[in-house]
């Protein structure tokens, strides 16, 4: 019987599997040789983060029994059609759109390794998800009012929250920024003392990670190339051990639970690949580039809503991968 309180077989594994590479990575991110290597923005953008979005795909469009639901076709219809009407309405705003949808899907993510990995009982789950929310939300929040420094060749791709500064003058940007900060420690403060009197120690212990890393990633850091590392290095890495362990646990069919880590790195790979040859790609489709971008970027997100629907608590699937850590 495997302890309540870990996703995989234990205190080890779950360390290994959902946060070692992110503290590595918060380590490696302060040397200046590793932020300017084109090694490093290929692993990024194109293996961990454009390559992971296609990982849900295996169990989507390559098991029989999911191909058959209709939620597969509309999301991707639906996705497809977002795409293309904000890129042609709203193309301005197309990075913005890609960059909020990320987030709230990481935000989203770490909630959920949170709530597997604390198991909080029915009268607590609302505390969890609350106190979650303000310890990750707020820091994404002001970093709207945050002066922008250190700014990396992702920052017009990756790191494109909207500009305020058109709305604000710096003063007042400070003036909310220092005020932000304010509720920000009081409620961090608050938040400990219901934790002391609820005694709840070890189940916060998940959120004290997450807090960390988007605390440090939109408050502290002054590098937005490092807080882009941090970000997609706690997302993708535990994303892939998660859906190693779920297809082993639920696709339909043998060879993909028999292969499921060579597949996923395939896919990863494939991704990134794709990701990667965009522009080159477009270059060929110039005379319907607005068709091509909008299907080039249906894969991220129906990823997103995809993940939002096989990770629900009445997915048969994910029932199954709850089960197996009781």
Known sequence: MLNNNYI??????????????????FLLSFSPQLLTSSILIFITIYLLDSGHVYSTMIEVYADPNELKKPYVWIVTTGSFIINLCILLFFEDFF??????FTIFHNMRQ???IVLLQSKPNTRDVLFTKWTYYFLTLLPFILFHF?????????????????????FFSDNWLSHIFNWGIRLYLTGIASIAVLILWKKVYTKILPILFFFSLYAFAFLIS???LQSYILLITSHAI???FLFEKRLKLTHSLKNVKRFAPLILILSFTVGGSLEYFQNNILEIFSNSSVLIRAMLTTPLITHFIFDGIIWKKDNKNFQLFRSSSN
């Open 8 to 25: 995989f077989k234990g205190p080890v594994e779950d360390f290994l599997k959902i946060y070692c590479v992110t503290f590595l990575a």
């Open 95 to 100: 990075y913005n759109y890609i960059f909020y």
């Open 110 to 112: 770490g909630l959920g």
């Open 146 to 166: 945050k002066s922008r420094v250190g700014t990396s060749p992702l920052s017009e791709i990756i790191i494109h929250p909207i500009n305020i500064n058109n």
């Open 222 to 224: 002054k590098n937005e």
């Open 238 to 240: 535990p994303y892939y």
